[in-house]
């Protein structure tokens, strides 16, 4: 048998087949079984849950058998009358569908006849004006009542009390027995009857002739009687009816948590209930995207202009063809306005998106992968326009009407450029923004421009075109790589033309220019073109570099999995391909690499950007001018584009990285599930093209685990099982014998939790040889290692235990594996999230984990949808079931609601019944129906088991009719075209190769004005193979992968090479046997077992022992290892270079080494002068570590530390004040070379006898002296700078004034005593030394600041008096005499 047709697991038996032998006949795999026991538990259980839900859910026809008569024609009437409702606001599209379904014929305008298509090279009829009879529109729209309508229950009555909900999972226990079972909820509304206002004579009256008292009472239902309030009157003691009327809700019964994971919420509710595709509203929740009103045509065209360029330059195409950009316009279209699915639009609108030249070759503009790109555009489209109108929207409310501004707004094409146009605005129309945030009271916006705002509020703003060209000007002259504009040469330098804008806020030039050169940095960052066009720069040559931290350097070893991006050198971001940059952005954050974003050749790059504003002049002030420009751009750099381009290059590497391990976890998804069942040498004689399969495992291959078996037939259904205590035994290997002989399977797969699988397999392959070989006649049994990532989650998961309660979890897993070779796809649509648990991508771990869920979950879409699922089987197995969510416009909340449903209803016997029993509307069943598949039902249209579209029926019959040469006038009824259209699929497939499809479809286009030649070969194809297989086939797993299967080793974990671990388990004579950790056995020869020449193993080796071995071989047939222990073979890190990753490309070595080199110095250093002095302050630091660590505690603290001087010295570093240290050379004295002997310790003529005696006498007294000094009110902080700038302000204050005061030295352990005796005086200094018993100054010392102060007085009056002769005979002399203490000259310091 082929492949077409494959029959994926009937729940119901084959009509037209035999029944199967007895042998083959037990429980379905995805049936619950239940004991009697149990059942009456589970009765039990129902009644509890019907008692807590009550009032949640009303069954409508058990109130109809209790109501009273007068309720029950009312009832009635209603749902008559809804009905009939229904049936009027059918439109023509839900007209045709009931006719062809149900073969009625229906009033309505003549459809003009199709023509006959041409066989072989027949001649076209002369009747060209014939069309083909049309189905659904392409552009069909329902109105919201009548989506309404359909999704409404039209065949239960409603009644007075709310609608509740009816789509409770397992929840509610529904009744399915309609008699004999009385129903709270009825009683309870037959309570209400008499409550209920019932018309009276005079109320008849007084009414509208022909109102009965039906409608009367339908009136009361929906306004009332007007004794609503009547409960007022009486007293407030609750009546035992009201109590018991008392609704619980939702809410009340269960937790939210509770309610949100089994999709009971509102929000829930409105997916449902929403004609719209389920994962289309998931999608955009949250967001201001709406259903309501669909996208306009000149919205669909920006849109579809967007998307083409996005997905060309994704495929790399620069500039997208013609007739690429309407494909995309196309799907746009089907997605957008239509709401149509990937699947439905890849099958079904194919003619949109391929090209047939005039050979005949079909040419796809659009893959099925660049559908799901353009479904993930759509998304980032509505995003972006929305991002924009917001932007709109908020300039209307800030009064900016600004025509630039707007038309940046129009040619935005990213979201980037909207935020540079919000970022341009907030800097220029900063009042405006400011405005509206005070009348709105919204949080105020930073005052962080305040300079520049000022700026511009002075004659700095007319300043700023002295520059030239504005920064709108440069930003057009750098995104168009031109020089439309630029700045013409001025005749002044920069300092002399902003002399003439000097103001009080800029009182020199020097500032003027500072302010000018600062607004205008701000105004070219803020420039969007600028921003534009410096992303495309950093686009095309940002590179990245990458070094460890102290941290890492340790840390990331050759086996780290961050060692081959440990030291990057200028890697090109164009080079990120397989998502490493997350890799390396984890170890960032982990603090264990640093990462620098540049840009390459930076100098030759910025030189090219400062062309675009520079001016051609060769005069000395037109360079200065360019100089001045040149210093803008700097500051327009460093201050804001560079950390602004660094943040966007991260992102964007971030988004591509996460890309690309979505596309990759995808595609590894994709590879396991899109592959059909097991096929061997006899596949074509498979029923329904399944295998009859056994399964064999031990589970964990512990002793005592016991061997298991399961037979599933080709429908799926567990048939037999079987459970061994080992293979070993002979009794029980004939057991297992028999047992495969007995339902000669087409496969047997084999897997397990350990390795010791392997020992159940070389079993199972004897006993499959001896079967193989007793009949010849008979198909080979094949033998393979199944793939049980799956089984392992589904062996102990809820879904297996409600399926499977009382079989073991071995067994469990078993069944897994067999159904894995029937249908691999049908053992992941169950998993759900824990698809997640599955590994993908070496790096799945580093993306949200919620969107690589949605990225998996396309997968399972694809390959469901090409499979199809038979809804009657599905809604009667739990196992098929989880299968349905993933079909084409539904999802778990519409696919739950469709059981629901289908399980109060009943089968379907064709698609048409999915609308006209209200279980889809019309968009989602415009998406589902040919994916949903209506299989061995009586009379059933062979259609409705095709990927064939109902719309597209007519098409099929037309050419099914023409096949056969029948004439479109004997096809006149619905029973005549079915079975035309079976005798065409069952008998003449053949004859649907003698149409001319290509005629056909020109004529169907000039009828249709669109385009069906895809889908007349898409109809033939189902005619000819309905539902053929499009999977990949099968193939056996390769030496490979079974090893991998069945020891769980790759070929990063164990190659030839590789030292590892192992376990001596046997010593015998010449050989010794050892397991790795794995479970695989390994041999060592004697010749291999020393480097020396032994007699026996058991002289080196130890029983038990756990050893190092290398491995020499791998024979993964027999899953065993050779291997050598000799210590020549076994050095440690000998196989590093085997194990350690492939460095990158851009992986800098000479940085390494180095980094390694420079490392190696220092500890060397570091050890050199090493030292250890037992007191609490010493510290292993060098002098900069001490720094750092005296930099966060106060002034006088200290530490002692080695010395790099010697081995007799040591270093005491104190801090003075803040970023100011002295470090104290110390000499130790030891009177004799003895270790043991007495140490005392010099500084300079100092010696103590132990260092506390040191640090109180002469650090402690340096540092009290030092915070004596600092404590005065003449001391100035800030250095001599500091004192200079504070001196020269007082004597321009007081011109005669002299001024003095103290500061500390650029030298540590010093003091400056600075001076100026008038204003005309220059600045003077003096050095002050600090000293244990107080300070010198000039050689002269004195204990206390104010004996210094007095001291330096005496020395100024002295000197005043010997300048004083000189002076009257030397008028050109004055101040500037004396000794020594001229500005800038320092006295001797000692």
Known sequence: MSDDGIDFYDSRPDREEDEENSEEEGEPTYGNQVSDEDEEEEDDDEEEARKVAEGFIVDDEDEEEHDSDGSQKVARRRKRKKIEDYDEELDEEDLDLLEENTGLKLSREVIPKLKRLKRGRQEESDDQEAAAEKFFSDEEQYEEAQEEQVEQDHYAPQYRHRQVYDD?????????????????????????????????????????????????????????????????????????????????????????????????????????????????????????????????????????????????????????????????????SFMAREYLEVPYIFDHRRDYFTEVDSAGVTTELLTHDDLWKIYDLDFKYNSFANRKTALREFLSKCDIYDEYTNSLIDKAEKIEELNDIADYVNLKFADNVNSLQKQTKGPKRPANRSLYETSLRNKVADFLPRFGITAAQYGANYLENSRRYYPEDALVSPEEEAAGFVSSSFSD??????????????????????????????????????????????????????????????????????????????????????????????????????????????????????????????????????????????????????????????????????????????????????????????????????????????????????????????????????????????????????????????????????????????????????????????????????????????????????????????????LERDLLALRHHEFQNLVPEDTLLVRLERALINVVNDMGVDINAASTSPYLATALKYVCGLGPRKAQSILKKMDARGELESRSALVTRGLTPATTFMNCASYLRIRNVDDADILDDTRIHPQEYDLARKMAGDALEIDEDEMDDYETKVMIVRRVVKEYPNKLNDLILDDYAVVLKTQYNAPKRQILEHIKLELQGPYHDRRQRYTRPTMDETFRMVTGETRDTLREGFIIPVKITSLRGKTATCQLDSGVDGYIHIDQVSDDRVMNVGEVLEFGSTINAKVVGIDREKFALTLTCKPSNTKPNSDLSLRRKQNDDYYDLQGEAREIERRRAMRKKRTKTQRVINHPLFQQFNYMEAEEYLSSRQRGDLVIRPSSRGPDHIAITWKVDEGVFQHIDVVEIRKDSSVFAPVQYKIGEHVFDDLDQLIVTYVEAIAAKAEELISHPKYRPGGPSALKSHLSSLTMANPRLSAYGFCLSDRPGYFELGFKLNSKAPSAHWAIKLLPDGYRLRDTSYPVVGDLINGFKRIQANEAQQRRPRHHGHSGHGVHGGHGYHHGQRPPRH
């Open 168 to 332: 409770m999972d397992d929840f509610i226990a529904e009744e399915d027995d309609e008699e004999g079972v009385e129903d709270d909820r009825a009683d309870l509304y037959n309570r209400e009857v008499p409550r209920r206002g019932r018309a009276s004579k005079d109320m008849l009256d007084i009414l509208p002739e022909g109102l009965s008292e039906d409608v009367l009472a339908d009136m009361y239902d929906i306004f009332g009687d007007g004794t609503d309030y009547d409960w007022a009157l009486y007293d407030e003691e609750p009546t035992e009816y009201a109590e018991e009327r008392a609704e619980p809700q939702l809410a009340d019964v269960f937790e939210p948590s509770e309610l949100k994971a089994r999709m009971l919420t509102e929000e829930d509710e409105e997916v449902r209930m929403r004609d719209i595709p389920e994962r289309l509203q998931v999608r955009y929740a949250g967001t201001r995207k709406t259903f309501d009103i669909p996208p306009n045509e000149d919205e669909i065209q920006a849109e579809a202009t967007w998307v083409a360029r996005e997905l060309g330059n994704s495929k790399g195409i620069d500039q997208p063809t013609e007739a690429f950009q309407s494909a995309v316009k196309h799907v746009v």
């Open 509 to 830: 030039p020097g500032r003027v220019l500072r302010a000018a050169r600062m607004v205008l940095s701000q105004d070219i960052a803020h420039e969007p073109e600028v921003r534009k066009a410096m992303r495309r720069d950093w686009e095309a040559r940002a590179v990245i570099s990458v070094k460890p931290t102290d941290k890492g350097f340790d840390q990331i070893d050759d086996l780290h999995p961050m060692h081959p991006y440990k030291y990057l050198h200028e890697k090109p971001i164009s080079t990120f391909k397989n998502g490493e940059y997350l890799l390396i952005s984890k170890g960032e954050s982990e603090g264990l690499l640093t990462v620098h974003v540049n840009i390459a050749n930076y100098t030759g790059w910025f030189n090219q950007i400062s062309e675009y504003y520079m001016s051609d002049g060769y005069s000395d002030s037109a360079q200065q001018w360019n100089q001045q420009r040149q210093e803008v751009l700097q500051m327009t750099l460093s201050e804001h584009l560079i950390p602004l381009m660094e943040k966007y290059i991260r992102e964007k590497l971030r988004i591509e990285a996460q890309e690309a391990i979505y596309y990759a976890s995808y595609q590894s998804l994709m590879s396991k599930v899109n592959v059909g069942p097991f096929r061997g040498p006899d596949a074509d004689r498979y029923k329904n093209g399944i295998p009859r399969v056994i399964t064999i495992s031990s589970g964990n291959g512990d002793r005592g685990d016991p061997i298991v078996a399961v037979f599933l037939n080709h429908r799926g259904r567990l048939a037999d099982r079987l459970e061994v205590p080992s293979l070993r035994d002979e009794k029980c290997s004939k057991q297992m014998l028999e047992f495969i002989s007995s339902k000669r399977p087409n496969v047997i797969g084999v897997a397990g939790f350990t390795a010791q699988t392997r020992l159940v397999f070389k079993s199972v392959q004897l006993l499959v040889n001896d079967i193989n070989k007793s009949d010849s006649n008979l198909p080979t049994i094949d033998l393979l290692a199944v793939d049980d990532e799956a089984a392992r989650l589904y062996k102990n998961s809820r879904r297996a235990r409600d399926e499977f309660y009382e079989l073991s979890e071995v067994t469990r897993y078993c069944i897994s594996l067999a159904r894995r070779l029937q249908c691999p796809v049908l053992e992941y649509t169950g």
